[in-house]
């Protein structure tokens, strides 16, 4: 008797046959972390690319504001075209506040001599 219960047992522990031998669980990741990594996948991306652009600017025979200008001209026709004129808007809107937004903060930080104080506009 005691040979069978020791086979039950063995049977209860193991009772999950598996169908693929070489089956390897996928880690699932928040919808959040997923799209995080992408983010910073493509800022790596593009960081590259605007090292590139900047060589190509410094061989260039066009002034810097030219060539920027050319930059952000096909930038923008293309992020037109390829989405709706009010995703284009909302992008363009915030993508030049948060870029302002960032070199004033950074011009404050490392030049604060250039800060302009407020002052009390009140006649009295």
């Given at each position: 008797m005691k040979k069978n219960?020791?086979?039950?047992k063995k049977l209860k522990e193991n009772n999950v046959v598996p169908f693929k031998q070489d089956l390897k669980l996928i880690e699932r990741h928040k919808p959040e972390?997923?799209?995080?990594?992408?983010?910073?996948?493509?800022?790596?991306?593009?960081?590259?690319i605007f090292e590139d652009i900047?060589?190509?600017?410094?061989?260039a025979s066009l002034s810097s504001s030219d060539l920027w200008y050319r930059i952000l001209?096909?930038?923008?026709?293309?992020?037109?075209?390829?989405?709706?004129?009010?995703?284009?808007?909302?992008?363009?809107?915030?993508?030049?506040?948060e870029v302002t937004g960032n070199f004033?903060?950074?011009?404050?930080?490392?030049?604060?001599?250039?800060?302009?104080k407020e002052t009390d506009k009140k006649l009295h």
């Open positions: 219960k020791k086979k039950n972390d997923i799209k995080e990594r992408e983010i910073n996948r493509v800022n790596d991306h593009f960081k590259k900047e060589k190509f600017a410094d061989e001209f096909f930038a923008k026709q293309r992020h037109i075209h390829a989405t709706s004129y009010a995703n284009y808007k909302i992008n363009d809107e915030l993508s030049t506040k004033a903060e950074f011009t404050n930080e490392q030049f604060p001599e250039l800060k302009i």
